[in-house]
């Protein structure tokens, strides 16, 4: 079929480039997977098929690959470029066998050749199919698809192609390794057909399952049948009656996937975004397609910044090659027609709380459960709500906890959480968020709010989707409680489930903010956030950005934080494109300020990077406030304060740390000539001493609020937690009134209490140890902020 007259193939390659519109994964597998193209690549594709090696050959000119038609040189012979692995009745090719044998013995004897075989899938159609009596008794082995089939897929699936590329396997090592003979040969081709198969489910999913047969399966369980005899002895009703009331909650709770909504949900999608972000970025995803081709259950959980993010994330794994996940999505979505269309796109509804009903409650444990045993990857936003401030929110545990509930039932696949970072340079909620924290009732989401945001369409910028690093559960269970595969009672929880959930879920809070995405607009609005007035000349604008890009270049935060390669002038001209900024000229040049509602709404997006910041601000304010600072001082005002900052803003080093991060920045500092070392102390140039002054502002309203809650602790330790974390806020509010600060933290009664509870954690709630800590935040507090604090809580009475 590859020997067809050169004139024919022209035609055929002709048709096929006509009809398909390929996408790959990944969109470089040169420098992905470091291939070597001065050695022999051999391209590893499942079944004999022209179409497909058309398609190839398409791709691989595109990507700059060799030519699938071209054969390959090794040895001083010519070799077949493509290995087709089954024939038509899906068995394995005794040919392709005797190629792998015979390429293997020539890698044995003559160690300089290196071939790579490049395993690639070609999917025309991401249907997964629906389960029936055959796959419920096991299942029949798929054919590979005929000419009248392929034919078909061509002309009308054409517009879905992916060409899946997969990492090479070196030839060279695998015959050291492994030998030459057949027998190796043939695990070759069975590693390879295993490999393929794994794909297949990456792509499209496990089959869709039969939702009423499903539902029975659920109501028959052990656990669900208890719970229901439970419900009739409380509430006196028959089990009839409470079965039926499992039944509702099971159609209230249960996705309902369809492949044709998920085409049509990926064509708006493809357009809305293509219409309102000058560009989607992702980054670290060849992480995750790893993941899932090792096996791996996934549970993806990311920050929660707008009703984007769940959209976003499973248009991205769609077009990296992977199913979209299942969203615990809030049953306040549950409206027509956004609930329908989000269930058919595969999201499960959930209330905001369990409490007081247990049947409810062990209906979704269960259903839950029974999507990871199905093999679906979930999806669910740990922080609970959207973040109103911009920074992460304390994790809420819940779904976690029922993650680790469905381990222990035997799960056999390793479970792993990615983190996911969204970074936006738009977020069309941000307006509603700033009214909702000064008092203003949530609006409920409904048919009209749906359009109400279609109205906010506009430039958005850019998107960044950033994977973290993920978190394997079963290694973080070993680690935490050994003894968690030991299964407890039935209905009892596990000693250890609490503190090993705690534990990884904050690690999962460190892991969303340590793959930040950096752009102009987030550093634009820290700097003019810091400014006087609110407004700084073009000129000490761009060269503020360029300090900030420097120290998280220079002293990087994590490997998976993300800046765009541009210079400081190109990243301040995408922030202004947005049409956030005042630009004001003049005969000096530009003035770059924020009008009065901007100023409110930046404070969203600078506190989307501040934990990336917050140290070398802290440092510059210790320099500033006083003058000449020595090494030993600043370490021990770090290691006293770090843990606070730790706990709010999820940051990723230890109190150990911080000598030589202090060290790191110092001699960055220096290098910017922004300071200069006498001895072990350093002091500041006074010619720079404004960009210091600009970065030092980042620490500010951190400080402001812990100066008030060590002098309230001080000044009243006797106050019950409610009346302290009431006065507590009241006294932020109060004091961003009189300097003018209008910032959400203020206002924002979950950082208030997550404060106070850091703040006991550490021992620092007495009297005394607030006092002390009052003492050490003091001398870092901007001009008649100290005295603002004091006259407010009556401090000097």
Same mark, same amino acid.
């Given at each position: 079929?590859?020997?067809?007259?050169?004139?024919?193939?022209?035609?055929?390659? +002709?048709?096929?480039?006509?009809?398909?519109?390929?996408?790959?994964?990944?969109?470089?597998?040169?420098?992905?997977?470091?291939?070597?193209?001065?050695?022999?690549?051999?391209?590893?594709?499942?079944?004999?098929?022209?179409?497909?090696?058309?398609?190839?050959?398409?791709?691989?000119?595109?990507?700059?690959?060799?030519?699938?038609?071209?054969?390959?040189?090794?040895?001083?012979?010519? *070799?077949?470029?493509?290995?087709?692995?089954? &024939?038509?009745?899906?068995?394995?090719?005794?040919?392709?066998?005797?190629?792998?044998?015979?390429?293997?013995?020539?890698?044995?004897?003559?160690?300089?050749?290196?071939?790579?075989?490049?395993?690639?899938?070609?999917?025309?159609?991401?249907?997964?199919?629906?389960?029936?009596?055959?796959?419920?008794?096991?299942?029949?082995?798929?054919?590979?698809?005929? $000419?009248?089939?392929?034919?078909?897929?061509?002309?009308?699936?054409?517009?879905?192609?992916?060409?899946?590329?997969?990492?090479?396997?070196?030839?060279?090592?695998?015959?050291?390794?492994?030998?030459? &003979?057949?027998?190796?040969? *043939?695990?070759?081709?069975?590693?390879?057909?295993?490999?393929?198969?794994?794909?297949?489910?990456?792509?499209?999913?496990?089959?869709?399952?039969?939702?009423?047969?499903?539902?029975?399966?659920?109501?028959?369980?052990?656990?669900?049948?208890?719970?229901?005899?439970?419900? !009739?002895?409380?509430?006196?009703?028959?089990? +009839?009656?409470?079965?039926?009331?499992?039944?509702?909650?099971?159609?209230?709770?249960?996705? &309902?996937?369809?492949?044709?909504?998920?085409?049509?949900?990926?064509?708006?999608?493809?357009?809305?975004?293509?219409?309102?972000?000058?560009?989607?970025?992702?980054?670290?995803?060849?992480?995750?397609?790893?993941?899932?081709?090792?096996?791996?259950?996934?549970?993806?959980?990311?920050?929660?910044?707008?009703?984007?993010?769940?959209?976003?994330?499973?248009?991205?794994?769609?077009?990296?090659?992977?199913?979209?996940?299942?969203? +615990?999505?809030?049953?306040?979505?549950?409206?027509?027609?956004?609930?329908?269309?989000?269930?058919?796109?595969?999201?499960?509804?959930?209330?905001?709380?369990?409490?007081?009903?247990?049947?409810?409650?062990? $209906?979704?444990?269960?259903?839950?459960?029974?999507?990871?045993?199905?093999?679906?990857?979930?999806?669910?936003?740990?922080?609970?709500?959207?973040?109103?401030?911009?920074?992460?929110?304390?994790?809420?545990?819940?779904?976690?906890?029922?993650?680790?509930?469905?381990?222990?039932?035997?799960?056999?696949?390793?479970?792993?959480? $990615?983190?996911?970072?969204?970074?936006?340079?738009?977020?069309?909620?941000?307006?509603?968020?700033?009214?909702?924290?000064?008092?203003?009732?949530?609006?409920?989401?409904?048919?009209?709010?749906?359009?109400?945001?279609?109205?906010?369409?506009?430039?958005?910028?850019?998107?960044?989707?950033?994977?973290?690093?993920?978190?394997?559960?079963?290694?973080?269970?070993?680690?935490?409680?050994?003894?968690?595969?030991? *299964?407890?009672?039935?209905?009892?929880?596990?000693?250890?489930?609490?503190?090993?959930?705690?534990?990884?879920?904050?690690?999962?809070?460190?892991?969303?903010?340590?793959?930040?995405?950096?752009?102009?607009?987030?550093?634009?609005?820290?700097?003019?956030?810091?400014?006087?007035?609110?407004?700084?000349?073009?000129?000490?604008?761009?060269?503020?950005?360029?300090?900030?890009?420097?120290?998280?270049?220079?002293?990087?935060?994590?490997? *998976?934080?993300?800046?765009?390669?541009?210079? !400081?002038?190109?990243?301040?001209?995408?922030?202004?494109?947005?049409?956030?900024?005042?630009?004001?000229?003049?005969?000096?040049?530009?003035?770059?300020?924020?009008?009065?509602?901007?100023?409110?709404?930046?404070?969203?997006?600078?506190?989307?990077?501040?934990?990336?910041?917050?140290?070398?601000?802290?440092?510059?304010?210790?320099?500033?406030?006083?003058?000449?600072?020595?090494?030993?001082?600043?370490?021990?005002?770090?290691?006293?304060?770090?843990?606070?900052?730790?706990?709010?803003?999820?940051?990723?080093?230890?109190?150990?740390?911080?000598?030589?991060?202090?060290?790191?920045?110092?001699?960055?500092?220096?290098?910017?000539?922004?300071?200069?070392?006498?001895?072990?102390?350093?002091?500041?140039?006074?010619?720079?001493?404004?960009?210091?002054?600009?970065?030092?502002?980042?620490?500010?309203?951190?400080?402001?609020?812990?100066?008030?809650?060590? +002098?309230?602790?001080?000044?009243?330790?006797?106050?019950?937690?409610?009346?302290?974390?009431?006065?507590?806020?009241?006294?932020?509010?109060?004091?961003?009134?009189?300097?003018?600060?209008?910032?959400?933290?203020?206002?924002?009664?979950?950082?208030?209490?997550?404060?106070?509870?850091?703040?006991?954690?550490?021992?620092?709630?007495?009297?005394?140890?607030?006092?002390?800590?009052?003492?050490?935040?003091?001398?870092?507090?901007?001009?008649?902020?100290?005295?603002?604090?004091?006259?407010?809580?009556?401090?000097?009475?």
């Amino acid at each position: 079929m590859l020997h067809l007259p050169s004139p024919v193939l022209a035609v055929l390659r +002709a048709i096929i480039g006509f009809f398909t519109r390929g996408k790959f994964v990944p969109d470089n597998p040169i420098a992905e997977f470091n291939l070597d193209l001065t050695q022999p690549i051999i391209y590893v594709i499942p079944s004999h098929s022209l179409a497909d090696v058309l398609t190839l050959q398409l791709a691989s000119k595109e990507l700059g690959l060799p030519d699938p038609f071209e054969p390959v040189m090794f040895a001083g012979e010519a *070799h077949k470029r493509v290995a087709f692995l089954v &024939d038509g009745n899906g068995e394995t090719l005794e040919q392709t066998i005797e190629q792998f044998t015979s390429a293997l013995a020539i890698h044995r004897s003559d160690e300089s050749h290196n071939a790579q075989l490049v395993p690639v899938k070609l999917f025309w159609d991401r249907y997964p199919g629906r389960e029936s009596v055959d796959d419920l008794m096991g299942g029949k082995p798929e054919r590979p698809a005929g $000419v009248l089939k392929k034919t078909w897929q061509v002309i009308f699936k054409g517009r879905e192609n992916l060409v899946r590329f997969s990492p090479p396997v070196s030839l060279k090592d695998m015959a050291q390794r492994q030998g030459s &003979d057949k027998r190796i040969g *043939h695990k070759l081709a069975r590693v390879a057909r295993i490999h393929f198969s794994r794909m297949q489910m990456i792509a499209t999913g496990p089959k869709l399952p039969n939702r009423r047969h499903m539902f029975e399966q659920l109501l028959a369980s052990a656990t669900i049948r208890e719970a229901i005899n439970e419900e !009739a002895k409380a509430k006196n009703i028959d089990k +009839a009656a409470a079965r039926q009331a499992a039944l509702k909650y099971l159609e209230e709770i249960a996705a &309902d996937f369809s492949y044709r909504n998920l085409r049509m949900a990926d064509a708006v999608l493809s357009w809305v975004w293509n219409k309102i972000y000058s560009g989607i970025e992702v980054n670290h995803a060849e992480k995750v397609r790893k993941l899932a081709q090792e096996g791996h259950e996934i549970v993806y959980a990311p920050c929660h910044r707008s009703h984007m993010d769940y959209l976003l994330l499973s248009y991205v794994l769609y077009h990296q090659g992977m199913v979209p996940p299942h969203i +615990a999505a809030g049953v306040n979505l549950n409206f027509w027609p956004a609930g329908p269309f989000f269930r058919r796109s595969g999201a499960f509804f959930i209330r905001r709380s369990f409490k007081g009903n247990k049947l409810y409650s062990t $209906v979704f444990r269960e259903y839950l459960g029974q999507l990871f045993s199905r093999g679906y990857s979930v999806e669910y936003f740990t922080e609970g709500g959207r973040s109103r401030t911009g920074r992460l929110l304390p994790p809420k545990t819940g779904m976690l906890a029922m993650t680790v509930q469905a381990m222990l039932k035997g799960l056999e696949r390793p479970v792993t959480i $990615v983190p996911v970072y969204f970074g936006y340079e738009h977020v069309m909620e941000v307006g509603t968020y700033y009214k909702e924290l000064k008092g203003k009732s949530k609006d409920k989401e409904s048919l009209f709010s749906l359009f109400g945001m279609l109205r906010k369409l506009r430039n958005f910028g850019h998107g960044y989707v950033n994977f973290g690093e993920p978190i394997n559960v079963n290694q973080s269970l070993n680690k935490l409680a050994p003894e968690w595969r030991e *299964h407890p009672e039935e209905g009892l929880k596990p000693n250890w489930l609490v503190p090993a959930v705690n534990d990884i879920s904050n690690q999962l809070m460190v892991n969303i903010n340590s793959a930040a995405a950096v752009n102009g607009l987030c550093l634009s609005a820290t700097i003019l956030l810091a400014a006087e007035n609110r407004a700084l000349p073009r000129k000490q604008l761009v060269k503020q950005i360029s300090l900030y890009t420097s120290l998280i270049e220079n002293v990087p935060y994590s490997d *998976h934080v993300t800046l765009p390669e541009v210079d !400081a002038e190109t990243l301040l001209d995408q922030a202004i494109s947005l049409d956030k900024f005042e630009i004001r000229s003049d005969y000096l040049g530009e003035i770059i300020a924020l009008d009065e509602k901007q100023q409110v709404l930046l404070n969203f997006y600078r506190n989307n990077i501040i934990h990336l910041l917050i140290i070398p601000a802290f440092i510059a304010t210790a320099l500033l406030q006083h003058r000449s600072l020595c090494r030993s001082q600043l370490v021990a005002l770090l290691e006293q304060l770090y843990p606070l900052l730790k706990g709010e803003l999820f940051l990723r080093y230890q109190v150990s740390d911080m000598s030589n991060l202090a060290d790191r920045y110092l001699e960055e500092f220096a290098a910017l000539k922004l300071i200069s070392d006498q001895g072990d102390c350093f002091n500041i140039d006074s010619q720079r001493r404004g960009r210091l002054l600009l970065l030092a502002q980042v620490a500010q309203e951190s400080l402001h609020r812990y100066a008030i809650v060590a +002098a309230l602790l001080a000044k009243r330790p006797h106050l019950e937690r409610a009346e302290l974390e009431q006065q507590a806020l009241a006294g932020a509010q109060r004091l961003a009134q009189l300097h003018n600060i209008d910032a959400p933290e203020y206002y924002d009664k979950r950082i208030t209490t997550n404060l106070l509870s850091l703040i006991r954690e550490q021992g620092l709630s007495d009297s005394q140890s607030a006092e002390g800590l009052f003492k050490q935040l003091s001398p870092l507090l901007a001009d008649g902020v100290y005295q603002s604090i004091s006259e407010l809580l009556d401090l000097e009475a």
